[in-house]
Structures are given as structure tokens and as C-alpha cells.
């Protein structure tokens, strides 16, 4: 990479960062679903219920809100091993009356019934649970691991749909495993833990934080979009897939935005006449069924895509000096969490120079934190002119 590549580098990953969810609210989260699991039945491996994230959360790529008066949103599955025969409506029953057994969590729990989970609030996320049953006469991990959940099509009237979310969270791990044992065995050095107990979620790869941005992108390109485009926004199981697919393993956020965006509409198929996005957990599945009944959110798709090329790759590389790429940066991610990111940099720029270690990198100018052929230290800011 350039110098120049290597300084946008810096604030687009410094960026991600600041997206990405607190420890203290993951914690928190744990914490809820934990307490959550084990009120349902989740007490020990052997339970006949399974509590299990899934989505975002559990693929490491969940983002803050746009708008800090929005919550989080976490997704969780509920299994109920025992409930293979089960209609859709007991599945989905059982665990609503036993989360309304509850004093506490029946004043959180949403009093309308969603259409597939029942939803739990909190002060700053809310929590949607998937009851689900095997979709085989067993569940078992990791080679059974198939889902029935409950779809509500009407007041009474509920469909089998079924999924995979181990499989999904499997795929898409090995989708980055060369970088993610990287990140793994830095982080289990670090704290001195064996690499085989280290989650996704502690470590982050250019794919995840790739997928952050452009969920980050698509949130605020359609923030006050007007209610028939916004109704028809990419949802971020097709963007989380189809990145997933065009990710090579780059080592740096740029180069694997760059092989993203310019390649991930190459795993959207035509199967028949309609636009497949297959899931890899479950190829029956199609992510973007949707789009053959309703046009006008592929064609949205497609406009988010141009867009985010435009602004993400093209419009930054074409303009000089630091304010007016983070103008750029502020049109495609958001004014405060672009300043707050140039902020927090400016403050690590510092220390590193007031510790010797920031050099200018030759006839390019961009600034190294470390010594090359052709590169000059960058001396201590005195803050009177000298």
C-alpha cells in the first residue's frame, strides 16, 4: 500500500473501532441472555434448552446505532431439543408463557407477538428471541445442527421456516480464517489464554470490520431517506454474505473494502428468472427472496452498492489534506463518530511522537510509526511556533 492508502487505513480502522459495541454493553448483554437462558431452562449442556446468539452479535460484526436514542439489537435463538414433533404454535407459545411467568421480564416483554420471536427491552438493547425446535429428530453439534423456527402468518396461523446459524457462524468463520487465527493467537499471547478459548467477538478481522462500515454506510445513507427507499435498505444478512464471499483474507481494511465492493455482487445468482442470494448454512434458502416479489429492493441493492463504492473508495482517494477527507468520511459514516475517530487519533498521533516513534515516510509525507530508508523522525510538538 501506499503511504496515503496506509493513513486512510488508519482512520477507517480507528473508525470500525468506534463502532463497534462496548465491552461493558457486551458484557451486559452476556449477562442478560445468560440470566434469560437459564429462566427458560439453559442450566447445564445437557438442558433440553439451548440458548445460543445469533446474527451480528455472534458473527462479531454488530454496530452502535446512528441515532444514540435507538437501542441495540440482539438476537438470540431459543431451542427446544425435545420439541422435534411440536406444532409452531406450541413451540412459540412455550416460551412466551414461561418468559410471562416471570415478575420482571413480563413488564419488559413486548405485549404484541413479532412475527417469528418474542422481544424482551431493556434500557439501552432490546432482545429478540427465536423459539425454535430440531429441524432433524436431534440437535447436535456439530453435524445435526439444523433449526425449525416459528413464522407467524397471521393471527393463529403459523409456517415451519427453518435455518442454521452454527452452520452460518462456521461458514463464515472459515470465510477469514487465515486472518482470524492471526488476530486469535496475538490475542491468546496477550492474555495468556490457550487460542482454542478465544470467541469471534474478541478479535476482529478485515472482514468484520469491512462489514461494520458498510452496515455503518447503509445506515446513514438511508437515515432520512424517504420511507419507500428506506422500507427497501439492503439488510445486513445479504451484505454480511455476500462480503463474506468476496473477502480474500486481506491483511488491511482497505484492500479487503477494495475486493468487497468490487466484487461481492459476483455470488448474486439468477436461478430461473430470480435473483438468488443462496444461504451457505441452508442453500434452500434464498437471502434475497424478497426481491423477486418486491423489484424495488434489489434495485436499491444495487444503488447502495454504487454509492458505497463511490464514497467509500473513489471520493476519499481524490481528495488532499486531512479535513477534507474527513468531510468525505463524515458524508458516508456519520459527523460525530468521524470526529470522535480523527479526535482519538490525533490524541494517539501525539503520544506516539512525544515518544520518538512517528517518522515522515520519505517524498510521500505520510506519517510511520516506524523507521524506513528515506523516512525522518518527526520532532516533539512544542506548542509555541519552534
Known sequence: MTARDQEYNKYLQK????????????DKAINSYTAVGKWLGDC????????????????GTVIKPVDDRDEYDIDLVCLLKDKHSASEH????????RLKEHGTYAEMLDKKEGKRCWTLHYDEFHMDILPSAPKDKIYSEP?????????KDAPGVYSSRYSNPYKYHDWFEQQMRVMMLLEKS?????????????????????????IQLLKRHRDIMYQNAPKVQKDNAPISIIIT?????????????I???????????????????????????????????????EPDKQREFARWLAKAKQEILVAPSKVFGLH??????????GSNIVKKSFSDLGYETKDTRDAGNLFIAGLTGGLTTSATEGSKKVGGHTFFGK
Open 44 to 59: 447445564a449442556d445437557d438442558s433440553a434448552i439451548k440458548i445460543s446468539p445469533q446474527g451480528s452479535f455472534y458473527l
Open 15 to 26: 473508525l470500525a473501532e468506534n463502532l463497534d459495541i462496548s465491552d461493558t454493553m457486551r
Open 143 to 151: 453435524y445435526l445442527t439444523g433449526i425449525r423456527l416459528t413464522h
Open 186 to 210: 496475538a490475542f491468546a499471547a496477550r492474555n495468556q489464554v490457550d487460542i482454542s478459548k478465544v470467541p469471534l467477538y474478541k478479535v476482529k478481522t478485515p472482514l468484520q470490520r469491512a
Open 255 to 293: 484492500e479487503a473494502l477494495t475486493s468487497i465492493l468490487d466484487n461481492m455482487q459476483n455470488s448474486i445468482e439468477v436461478r430461473n428468472g430470480e435473483y438468488w442470494v443462496e444461504n451457505p448454512a441452508m442453500p434452500e434458502e434464498n437471502f434475497a427472496e424478497k426481491w423477486n416479489a
Open 241 to 253: 454474505t455476500l462480503a463474506a464471499h468476496a473477502y480474500n483474507n486481506e491483511a488491511s481494511l
Open 90 to 97: 406450541e413451540i412459540k407459545s412455550l416460551v412466551g408463557n
Open 324 to 333: 477534507n477527507i474527513s468531510d468525505a468520511m463524515e458524508h458516508s459514516f
